[in-house]
């Protein structure tokens, strides 16, 4: 079956049925996806942003077929995900953050010689993938040992082996960097810009903006079970790239009042606050020439400020700016 | 691109079973709860046993008591075992990667359970091992050479049953509540201790269909004398039934369980 997509998606949504009670059972749908459309083509790498519970998880497991949809389509290199999983599953590999889904009382070893076995890998290939893969993660020495001594970034590093096994066509990463050291994500993210330059279609989840920016052709924002937005990194910055940002250094504690002071000030659309340490950040996103330095330290009152430096809009604040959005227009509707 | 390998049929088969086996087993056998367990309940049915059957004026049958000890072992090593270890890839995680897999989940689960029913096996000998040792319980099996086969006919056949159970277990979260209720009712209606004559005359068709009620004939007749064989058969032809009806359930239940989305805790 040949196409040049690697994931198709249309209309895609879930919904989890809950029942609480036993005299007088309550009965509640929850819309976990509400209609998801993607587009990914074969060798791309695609980034799925979004808060906590905004679907991204729900929307890969659809994906790589471990959940059933309610409504919508959608097909992995031109095989449906609910009818047929084994050909998807052939062509996939999965691997999600976090400490769970290994063998934790047996060797790094002998969970990957398990998983080749069920990955089908040929047995005489078995052993050589193995110990390539372990090379590539970095757990050559360490394999015999068992995975309940391993660190965080260890175990992810062997999800990863697991998941590259039977070189898969297309690969699910379910915010693979959770957790782990920065030396172990930088680590990660050379591995998966390696994989898609060998022609490794990527789905990437992340919290980590800086790692969306660096690695992914095009991201789609979720919030909401819904796909807010859509583009090239660049494309998404230039959603807010219209608006100055100015950063504020606090060094008392910043109330609601004072945010709301400042949401009031002529010119600016966002304001939004951070501690850093021992200090508050306060990021402003305001219309240029609308609003001064001296408006927003005015709204700011008697605070004691510091630092106060303007900078190029990120890829963090296109995300928040079309998350903060989402939101409002959930809370009208 | 994809490095899916493409040996089919048997030999895929068998490895597929070994490798699992081999996975499962040591997996078990680092868990301290389960080594705890398997070394201990054998010695306490085996008590448990032999003083009944002491009491009840039955020194001549201490070896079948003994026996019938070890088949409760067996047969709660595979259910608790079946329903434990799904639970239990459950809280590992490991259940999604398992489904995520291109292998057909009924061969996943093949050696899950016969990982289990293996220390079943365990614990069927350790039983009669402690009777004799510390009960002073006369080794004297009427067909010492079919006993040994017996045991592990009747340990394949619980692990045949066990797959039944495992494919149910994938669909409820709260899988040992399920295990509790069906320990002990198992026991009775097999007459794996005590005879199924006492029971009322409805529970025969439940003993019937039971691989567990024909190994314990089986394995009984090996230590007190009877035909060995029939049973057995009867055993590994039921057990192969439930095979065929896990396999035609484990289709819709895995289709159930990516509907339902009960793969995971969360």
Known sequence: MTTDLAIEAVDLARSYRTRTGWLKPQRKTIDAVRGVSLAVGRGELFGLLGPNGAGKTTTIKMLNTLLLPTAGSARILGYDVARQPLEVRRRIGYVFGGDRGLYERLSALDNLRYFAELYGVEPREQLPRIHQLLEQVGLTGREKERVEGYSRGMRQKLHIARGLLHRPDVLFLDEPSIGVDPAAARELRRMVADLVEGGTTVLLTTHYMAEADELCDRIAVIASGTVRAEGTPDELKDRVRKLDVLEIEVHDAIGEEHLRLLRETGGIERATVETKGTIDVVT???????????SVLAALGDLRTGKVTTREPTLED?????????ATAGSEG | MTAYGTSRGPYRFWRLMAVGLRTHVLHLSRSGVELVMAVFSPLVYATLAVYLFRAGDHPDRLLQAAVGAGLMGVWSAVLFGAGGAIQEQRWMGTLETLVSAPTRFSLVLMPITFATSLVGLYSLVATVVWGVVVFDVPFAPASPWLLAPAMLVCVVALGMMGILMAATFVLLRNANALANALDYPV????????????LPQWTRPITWVLPTSWAA????????????LRPSL???????????????????????ARSAGTLTLT
Not at chain 2, 187 to 198: E, K
Not at chain 2, 217 to 228: F, P
């Open chain 1, 284 to 294: 402003v996103h305001a219309r240029p020439s609308h609003a001064s330095h001296a």
């Open chain 1, 318 to 326: 296109a995300y928040l700016s079309i998350v903060s959005d989402a």
């Open chain 2, 187 to 198: 026991w009775m209606f097999s007459g794996v201790l005590v005879s199924t004559a006492s």
């Open chain 2, 217 to 228: 004939r089986a394995v009984q007749a090996a230590t007190g004398g009877g035909e060995v």
């Open chain 2, 234 to 256: 009867v055993a590994l032809g039921l057990g192969a039934g439930y095979v065929g009806l896990a396999l035609i359930a484990l289709v819709w239940v895995e289709r159930r």
